[in-house]
């Protein structure tokens, strides 16, 4: 009966195809894409190239489809749980504050409230004061310039001795978001915290 309706409703609003390509998906089954990678000291879980990694990531940022982020979510669950316990943060990739207005929602914070495992902060005290040129229309030197000072630090009053910082992004190619989040962040944290640059995808 349930599918009778979604076909009803396809025919009237159908949906992107991002969407429609993960419908069939679950958390169990999402997670055949799950393979970490290091890639100049960033860790990715799983590649872009993939059609359904690269529509989950799509649907979660440009559709703001549930179903996309908790199975994005569940993949980055399952690499949390391989790491050794620790007092552990994310912080997410900032917007700016345009795109943010514009999108409605930051598309790495939807996937980290999805996360079954609560064992860590999401702290956001990481600020985009610059509204950059999408990384994806430029060439690879024209990435690193673009992330130039891009990020400035909130003032954070808690004590983040001997903690796990994990700088969260969706997807990265360069990695100079990442990066460019890095150069920001380690003079404004204890010498011992260990960090760690993650992507979603690569």
């Not at 169990?28 to 890639?39: E, G, H, N, V, Y």
């Not at 359904?52 to 440009?62: E, G, P, Q």
């Not at 956001?124 to 509204?131: A, E, M, S």
Request: net charge positive.
């Amino acid at each position: 009966m349930l599918n009778i309706f979604l076909q009803i409703s396809d025919l009237i609003a159908p949906p992107h195809e991002s969407i429609a390509v993960l419908r069939k998906e679950t958390n169990d089954t999402f997670l055949r894409f799950f393979s970490p990678q290091k890639i100049t000291g960033i860790v990715a879980l799983s590649t872009y190239s993939n059609s359904l990694i690269r529509a989950s990531i799509t649907a979660n940022k440009f559709h703001n489809y549930h179903a996309s982020a908790k199975l994005l979510a569940n993949l980055l669950n399952h690499w949390l749980c391989t790491l050794p316990n620790k007092p552990t943060v994310i912080v997410p990739i900032p917007l700016s504050k345009q795109r943010q207005k514009e999108r409605g929602y930051n598309q790495v914070t939807r996937v980290l409230e999805n996360l079954p495992n609560k064992n860590f902060e999401i702290l956001t005290f990481l600020d985009r004061h610059k509204d950059t040129v999408p990384q994806t229309s430029l060439t690879r030197g024209e990435r690193f310039k673009n992330m130039v000072d891009v990020f400035s630090l909130n003032h954070n009053s808690k004590d983040l001795s001997g903690y796990r910082i994990i700088i969260i992004d969706d997807v990265t190619t360069t990695g100079a978001t990442l990066r460019s989040a890095l150069l920001t962040l380690k003079p404004n944290i204890p010498p011992d915290c260990e960090i760690i640059c993650l992507a979603l995808a690569h």
